[in-house]
């Protein structure tokens, strides 16, 4: 399974921005995906999952109400959407998949890994 990250960039306090993850492989609607981040200096982070059935995703309590996450199985994609975005939400973002059981907050549960998109936030 390849995975690609994309969409990141610079926005200011309050902005959005909607991250998509590519996966490779015909069995992408079969995997639980996560996303993560990680901040200069900061240990990896969830930030929220998302199981194969695309059934109530799980958010890290520091984003949520404020990001969605959500998948299209037929495109083989997984998209982050960010609302509200703060200068603390700069870092990093990864996605993750996760071959077999379910959904995790716990990054070492995730087989394979995208390359990462930096998010930066302005103040």
């Known amino acids: 399974v390849q995975l690609q990250a994309s969409g990141g960039g610079l926005v200011q306090a309050g902005g959005s921005l909607r991250l998509s993850c590519a996966a490779s492989g015909r069995a992408f609607s079969s995997y639980p995906m996560g996303w993560f981040r990680q901040a200069p200096g900061k240990e990896r982070e969830f930030v929220g999952t998302i199981s194969w059935k695309n059934i109530t995703p799980y958010y890290a309590g520091s984003v949520k109400g404020r990001f969605t996450i959500s998948r299209d199985n037929a495109k083989n994609v997984v998209y982050l959407q960010m609302n509200n975005l703060k200068p603390e939400d700069t870092a990093v973002y990864y996605c993750?998949?996760?071959?077999?059981?379910?959904?995790?907050?716990?990054?070492?549960?995730?087989?394979?890994w995208g390359q990462g998109t930096q998010v930066t936030v302005s103040s």
């Open positions: 993750a998949a996760r071959v077999g059981g379910v959904s995790s907050t716990a990054a070492h549960d995730y087989d394979y």
